[in-house]
């Protein structure tokens, strides 16, 4: 079956890396304080990743919260029980992915621009969770993070026919 197209009404969060020095007793230097962004409480969240794929650290950082529509917000809840996660869970990576995909340039440049340790890197792997409401916090941390596919797998019937008739 073909993956759904991206929830109409979409917007996306962005936050960007902090800015300064943070100084502590004695002069020694403490790790920047992360802003918590807060909660829609109306539309599912999904924390997008990023790491290098060349990198032998292989550390992945959160660069940007997308808040889906109806459509997302559908999938999420049938995915609470173990055949709705089946049924669902891959064509939200998907669905996802083909979003990202879909503006790539625009994501590498803003990938680079917040996360300075990605600035040289040639490749990039994303991926991507569904933020936890009731741990706000949390949203910076990678337990249950999703991979997302290359682009090509994230292409559903329609798009791999269109594909064809324009090669």
């Known amino acids: 079956a073909a993956a759904a197209p991206p929830a109409r009404g979409a917007r996306a969060v962005a936050f960007g890396k902090p800015k300064g020095k943070q ?7 403490q790790q920047p304080q992360i802003p918590v962004p807060p909660v829609d409480p109306d539309n599912e969240e999904f924390i997008i990743f ?62 680079r621009e917040r996360v300075p340790m ?3 890197a040639k490749e990039f792997e994303f991926a991507y ?3 936890d409401k009731s741990r706000p916090a949390a949203w910076v941390f990678t337990d249950g993070i999703e991979i997302i596919p ?18």
């Open 129 to 131: 969770k569904i933020r």
């Open 23 to 29: 100084m502590g007793r004695g002069g020694t230097r």
């Open 50 to 111: 990023v790491r290098s794929k060349a990198s032998p650290v292989a550390q992945w950082f959160p660069f940007n919260i997308v808040i889906g529509g109806s459509q997302a917000n559908t999938m999420v809840k049938q995915m609470e029980s173990e055949w709705g996660k089946k049924l669902f869970s891959s064509t939200l990576t998907k669905n996802i992915g083909k979003t990202l995909y879909a503006d790539m340039d625009k994501i590498v440049e803003v990938v």
């Open 150 to 167: 290359p682009e090509e797998e994230c292409k559903g019937l329609l798009d791999k026919v269109s594909d064809m008739f324009q090669t």
């Open 118 to 120: 990605l600035k040289t």
